[in-house]
């Protein structure tokens, strides 16, 4: 189970940090992604760790992800938002250590949190 939490409104220029807390499973051995998805359009990726980092264009060098394997947590910090990165966010765990940027290859999907820039 993958349960985000973080979102919220925010101004362009600003930061958010998501979170995405996972239960069950041996989270280590997960790549951890988040992928957006504004309304009417496809489910984009933004970034995944294994024990490597991996970033769409769109947000390299503005957000970073992370995780705790300690706390079964991975995280999103994202600065320097523009209104382009509104969408809801989802969190999703495939149940191997490889890079993946596409989220058929995903086995587990958080609900997702909304993340609106604006002002």
């Known amino acids: 189970q993958l349960v985000e939490s973080g979102g919220g409104l925010v101004q362009p220029g600003g930061s958010l940090r998501l979170s995405c807390a996972a239960s069950?499973?041996?989270?280590?051995?997960?790549?951890m992604s988040w992928f957006r998805q504004a309304p009417g359009k496809e489910r984009d990726f933004v970034a995944a760790?294994?024990?490597?980092?991996y970033y769409a264009d769109s947000v390299k060098g503005r957000f970073t992800i992370s995780r705790d394997n300690a706390k079964n947590t991975v995280f999103l910090q994202m600065n320097s938002m523009e209104p382009e990165d509104t969408a809801v966010y989802f969190c999703?765990?495939?149940?191997?250590?490889?890079?993946?940027?596409?989220?058929?290859?995903?086995?587990?999907w958080g609900q997702g949190t909304q993340v609106t820039v604006s002002s």
């Open positions: 760790i294994t024990w490597n980092t």
């Open positions: 069950g499973g041996t989270f280590s051995r997960y790549t």
């Open positions: 999703a765990a495939k149940t191997e250590l490889s890079r993946a940027t596409t989220a058929s290859m995903y086995n587990y």
